[in-house]
């Protein structure tokens, strides 16, 4: 997202917009755009440096940490806030920034049910089945030797 700085007069202005989602340049696994990136900011001149303030994201298609199922998130960013020195450019480029905020805002473990919707299958499958391992759980093998050379 490119603002001209001569588009913005001296109260601020306002920008809304889309960007195609191929600006995040996502390659993590499980992590799908199905949207453009959506920005709406405010966007205003001071001491030598541009500031943008407002709301940009996406929704994505994410798979779920705990069934591996797939699911919609709508991640947004609510309260994005940059600031860009100026470089003498009369263009300054907002793609970064709003691309590093929304990549902050991903969840490390997506899990279907954020929003309560619907019950992961995965979680309760799971707490059963690490139930069920617990006891099998042996030492490591660090451990017995050094029980062997305390014998000694
Ligand atoms: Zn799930």
């Known amino acids: ?5 001569n588009q913005i007069p001296d109260e601020g202005l306002h920008v809304e917009g889309t960007d195609p989602s191929k600006i995040l340049d996502l390659h993590e696994h499980g992590v799908e755009p199905v949207s453009d990136v959506q920005y709406s900011l ?3 001149l001071s ?5 943008a303030t407002g709301e940009v994201g996406v929704d994505l298609d994410l798979e779920c940490v705990g069934c591996l199922e797939h699911f919609r998130y709508p991640l947004r960013v609510p309260e994005f806030a940059c600031q860009i020195e ?3 450019s009369e263009m300054v480029d907002l793609t970064e920034p709003i691309r590093e905020d929304i990549l902050l805002a991903l969840p490390p473990h997506p899990h279907c049910d954020w929003n309560g919707e619907r019950v992961c299958q995965g979680v309760a499958f799971r707490a ?3 139930a069920a391992d617990a006891p ?3 030492k490591p093998d660090a451990w017995g030797a050094l029980d062997q050379l ?3």
Do not use: A, N, R, Y
């Open 1 to 5: 997202m490119k603002i001209h700085l």
């Open 42 to 44: 405010d966007v205003g």
């Open 47 to 51: 001491e030598g440096g541009l500031f």
């Open 86 to 88: 100026l470089t003498g």
């Open 128 to 130: 059963k089945s690490e």
């Open 136 to 138: 099998l759980t042996e």
């Open 150 to 152: 305390k014998l000694k």
